[in-house]
């Protein structure tokens, strides 16, 4: 009873995941993988410089890693690196995704997880998240609770006390996480700085095996192993974010990778483990269900042995793990278009009125877009399947921040479907260029127009022209599918 998922080819005449490449000529596509490669750069410089309005100082002793060259660089001068890593990042990824042109698959793995790798030995950047990963594992280290005790409670401690915007908020991560957060802990001590390392490490670890995955995962196509390695190991913006930002979404995206590699039972612990990481990931294990869904046998091996590892993992952590779950499904980022929908709301109705409006209305799009997406979807796939529930998530949700759509890279990487990577290129750039940086603290008071303009009123708006254009494209896409003649649809 096991079962083992693999890219499935067929000509290019009906394939309808690829697109026409020939209009790309070889030096656009030449001048774009330098693009991508202009933007790593940039990213590690940042966190190579040291202490600035992107990266959040580690205390520690100096001669513990992560390493810089602590020069504090102008929080302008950052900040520009950030916004032309971002945008390089992004045309380059465009353009070289539909470049027929391009190095050798395995150039771009290796080079993708040596930027991993270095950017684990460098302080982190982007945000200060990885400083409450450090004060929830030191928590758990102090025999204190993550999830009823806030880093906050604790103010004179050195690695709890490091902690910038949510210092009065428990953990919102899964009991696998706070796991891994406290081992770090448990070898960092007092050290904020080598307590960060050793997640860092993990992280780096979790994106290689990712990469690695993913190009075993498209063995035998020397073109679907350059997209899967341009989708993930060298994605400059999965590289900006979860190698270099350093957020636990990547440990949950190794794992939700690893489900479709696996066999039997093992599927099942790995997507157990995944949502032991983050609850969100979930979504991934609709994709194999339906791939299964005609053998209820193994199906029922895979279900019940995620079910099984998510009742032991959550129940060990007890039952008020999902309490700031509950809190945080509620809540509503600045960047989405629901912001725009939460202040109409709130004029119209007065503050708090828009909470259950919103969460419905959520879940409505969420329902359109999977159902949309699924009738324009060029096969049934399990990673297809996947990647069209992470997607339509992604794109419904109120709460989102730009690290989250690594888990819709990898599984596109899998499902081999452009028009769709397209879409979500489109969407990490404007979500990325709406937190620079994703912190408050020492960001200049005349870049405050960045969150105020960009974040609060651009990226919204922007991200909601987007969302309507990807529901009219697969109202489109799935129109035109089901006009095309079962001879011409492509043979599983």
């Not at 990547?250 to 093992?266: E, H, I, N, Q």
């Not at 709130?346 to 503050?351: C, I, V």
Request: hydrophobic share 55%; proline share 7%; net charge positive.
């Amino acid at each position: 009873m096991c079962w083992n998922l693999r890219v499935t080819r067929v000509p290019l005449a009906v394939d309808e995941r690829r697109v026409p490449v020939s209009g790309v000529p070889r030096g656009l596509g030449a001048a774009a993988f330098a693009a991508v490669g202009l933007s790593v750069t940039l990213t590690i410089l940042i966190g190579l410089l040291g202490p600035s309005a992107m990266v959040p100082r580690l205390p520690g002793p100096s001669w513990q890693p992560p390493y810089s060259l602590d020069l504090r660089p102008d929080g302008h001068l950052v900040i520009a690196m950030a916004a032309a890593a971002i945008v390089l990042g992004g045309l380059g990824l465009a353009v070289a995704l539909r470049s027929r042109w391009g190095p050798d698959p395995r150039l771009l793995l290796v080079a993708g997880c040596v930027a991993a790798a270095l950017a684990a030995l460098l302080p982190p950047s982007g945000s200060a998240d990885h400083l409450n990963y450090a004060a929830y594992g030191r928590l758990v280290t102090l025999g204190r609770d993550p999830y009823a005790v806030t880093p906050a409670m604790l103010p004179g401690d050195p690695v709890t006390g490091a902690v910038e915007e949510w210092a009065g908020v428990t953990s919102v991560y899964g009991p696998v996480a706070t796991a891994v957060q406290a081992l770090a802990s448990f070898a960092g001590g007092d050290s904020v700085r080598l307590t960060v390392f050793v997640m860092a490490a993990f992280n780096a670890a979790a994106f290689i095996a990712t990469a690695l995955l993913l190009h075993r995962f498209t063995r035998g196509d020397a073109d679907l192993q350059r997209r899967a390695a341009l989708l993930w190991a060298a994605n400059p913006l999965m590289i900006y974010h979860l190698a270099a930002g350093m957020h636990v979404d990547t440990l949950a995206v190794a794992c939700m990778v690893a489900v479709f590699m696996a066999r039997g039972a093992g599927s099942g612990l790995l997507l157990g483990v995944g949502i032991g990481v983050k609850l969100n990931a979930g979504l991934v294990a609709l994709g194999p269900a339906w791939e299964l869904r005609r053998s209820p046998g193994r199906l029922a091996v895979v279900a019940g042995t995620a079910t099984a590892t998510v009742l032991v993992v959550y129940g060990l952590a007890g039952p008020h793990v999902l309490d700031r779950v509950g809190v945080a499904s509620r809540m509503v980022s600045y960047g989405t278009p629901w912001h725009l929908i939460k202040i109409g709301l709130q004029e119209a109705f007065g503050p708090g009125a828009y909470s259950a409006w919103i969460q419905a209305g959520s879940l409505l799009l969420l329902a359109v877009l999977a159902w949309l997406m699924l009738r324009a979807a060029p096969r049934d796939t399990a990673p297809v399947i996947a990647a069209v529930m992470v997607v339509a998530w992604l794109f419904a949700a109120p709460y989102a921040l730009p690290w989250y759509d690594g888990l819709a890279f990898a599984l596109l990487a899998m499902a081999s479907w452009p028009a769709l990577e397209s879409f979500m290129v489109a969407r990490v750039v404007i979500l990325s260029l709406g937190y620079l940086p994703a912190r408050e603290a020492l960001r200049p008071e005349d870049l405050l127009w960045l969150k105020t303009v960009v974040r609060e009123r651009a990226v919204p708006w922007s991200l909601l022209a987007l969302t309507l254009v990807l529901a009219w494209w697969a109202a489109r896409a799935g129109a035109r599918a089901r006009r095309r003649p079962a001879s011409a649809a492509p043979r599983p």
